[in-house]
């Protein structure tokens, strides 16, 4: 009894090592962008596809975009690629949902032809928190988190930065 414990308690230990082992082996990549949404006017980048419009709540609403990825928080900051996806209102209160978006980098360096994907939660203020779920090109296999915040508003667009972290598949 005493020796089978001993081999358990071995095993167990041997396991631990190499999971701090891997763990610190792992390369984490920093990603740092800026999301500009125009939202009226000719040259909006977000549309309306769906409304109840039964109230004054957003809920239900799904809104399809194609903004612009840029460099920095100015509007005339180098473009670097496209955010496209859609987000749906799925709260009650009309205050956060559900989005999906691909980031498509046309100039962006190393990572030019590549892509992030991401879903999770979206807020109307503070920073919220997304799932980096794949990527395509030099991306692929992208697995991480993204944490998003509104860093400026005007009366017709909005800039967002998102800080990227993830791991690539080796």
């Not at 909006?44 to 039964?54: F, G, K, M």
């Amino acid at each position: 009894m005493a020796v089978a414990r001993g081999v358990v308690l071995v095993l167990s230990s041997a396991l631990l090592m190499c999971s701090a082992a891997s763990a610190t082996d792992v390369e984490i990549t920093h990603l740092r962008f800026y999301v500009h949404e125009v939202e009226v006017g000719t040259n909006a980048t977000v549309v309306n596809v769906a409304s109840l419009h039964r109230n004054s709540s957003k809920f239900g609403d799904v809104n399809v975009f194609d903004n612009m990825v840029r460099e920095g928080p100015d509007p005339a900051s180098r473009l670097i690629g496209r955010a496209q996806g859609l987000a749906v209102h799925a709260s009650l209160d009309g205050r956060s949902g559900l989005v999906a978006i691909n980031f498509v980098f046309s100039d962006y360096g190393g990572y030019s032809g590549s892509g992030l994907t991401t879903q999770g939660p979206m807020g109307e203020t503070g920073a919220w928190e997304q799932s980096i779920v794949g990527g395509t090109g030099k991306l692929r296999f992208a697995r991480g988190y993204m944490v998003s915040e509104l860093v400026a508003s005007t009366n017709t667009s909005i800039a967002v930065v998102f800080d990227s972290y993830f791991t690539l598949a080796a």
